[in-house]
């Protein structure tokens, strides 16, 4: 499994990549698995501030849909467009291509309190 170490990682399959004061977030490779093919990504929160933990979208899958959960405060800045035409590549490319949505960060702290790669291994049983 696919787990870059210069990424932070929550309990609920999101990745974080910070450049600057932008947070690029998606969901893991483990994740991405488990889903199985995605066939839509639904996020209503641009423009919008959510706090760390707050529902900020929904992939869906052939068969589920699930919550994603935003790993900082901050404010939703853009989704990823080729995300409309091509859901397909949250499984396919995950941590590239396959990104979801950019934030502002408005805590830098909370990063620092997000899981390491082995971390995030752990918590998953790999």
Request: charged share 25%; glycine share 8%.
């Amino acid at each position: 499994m696919n787990l870059p170490d210069n990424l932070k990682y929550t309990k609920d399959h999101e990745w974080v990549r910070v450049e600057g004061d932008v947070a690029f977030i998606g969901i893991t490779d483990f994740a991405q698995s488990e889903l199985g093919d995605i066939v839509y990504v639904d996020i209503d929160t641009v423009d919008k501030e959510v706090s760390q933990e707050e529902v900020f979208g929904t992939v869906e899958a052939v068969k589920t849909v699930s919550d994603l959960f935003s790993p900082l405060n901050g404010t939703v800045l853009e989704v990823n467009e080729k995300l409309e035409n091509s859901p397909e590549l949250v499984n396919s490319d995950p941590y590239g291509d396959g990104w979801i949505i950019k934030m502002s960060v408005a805590d830098a702290s909370q990063v620092d309190s997000l899981l390491t790669a082995e971390g995030y291994r752990e918590a998953i049983g790999q």
